[in-house]
């Protein structure tokens, strides 16, 4: 009887054993769950690809002539302008500058055009200067004085020489005598502009006064020609000059204004 018992006890024991070791059978792979009740998030890790070679450069081209992916947006520099070397007054400094009676300026005076190789013989001050003109870096002009021109017209006006108007008779193909010989360039052609001005002194003492006469282009003041003359009160002052200019400039020319200062 008794040995019974102990056989029915060891039988409930292994029965007992064998069931628990059901409930902790291990999971499938991949059905793992973390805290929380949620499926792990499976992170999976990329092999980095090896790094390619580099590529060998074609025979006869160099590595700076790679094209870049963009093009940096370059903005037009502004035109910068010329120093004012007579300033503007104003107020009770202006008070003493003459009345300006009269400012006028034409553009293309002369009826005719002289070429590039004839100027550059008469006036090489101007067409023999390869940094003068209005669209230069740094804009460059100069005026002739009023005798000079009319030294040139004559000069080249033939027998009408001491006609009125001498300059209807200037024959363009003979000014600079044989400098346009020989297949010289006469292109570009040129002109002038001519400047008058009737000033009015208002100093109450003579005086030594520096002018200047400003030339504008798209606004800008790009030039100033200078010029000194003696004012006595009452004694009207005339200006007149011819600024040589080539063609291809003239539309440039916008206008001009006038400054004065008075010499100590």
Sequence with gaps: MHSRGIILLCIMLAASFLFCAG?????????????????????????????SPPASPVPGESPLSQVPSYYPTVSPQPVATTPT???????????????????????????FDIPN????????????????????????????????ISAFIRANAGEYASDPNPYLHVDPNTIGGTACSGGALGNPKWNFVRINATLMPRNARPGEYDIGINIRSRGII?????LNRSFAIDRPVIIAGYVPLRLDETDAFDTIDLTFAKRT
């Design 222 to 226: 790009i030039e100033q020609l200078r």
């Design 117 to 148: 190789c004839a100027m550059r013989e008469v006036f090489p001050e101007a067409a023999g200067d390869p940094a003068y003109g209005i669209r230069q870096p740094v804009p460059k002009l100069v005026m002739v004085p009023d005798h000079e």
């Design 23 to 51: 409930c902790i059978a291990p999971q499938e792979p991949g059905s793992s769950v973390v805290p929380g009740g949620q499926p792990a998030t499976e992170t999976t890790t990329a092999a980095s690809p090896s790094p």
């Design 85 to 111: 070397w007579i300033p503007k007054s104003y107020g009770r400094d202006a008070a003493g500058d003459p009345q300006i009676v009269l400012l006028t300026f034409v553009k293309e005076y002369f009826i």
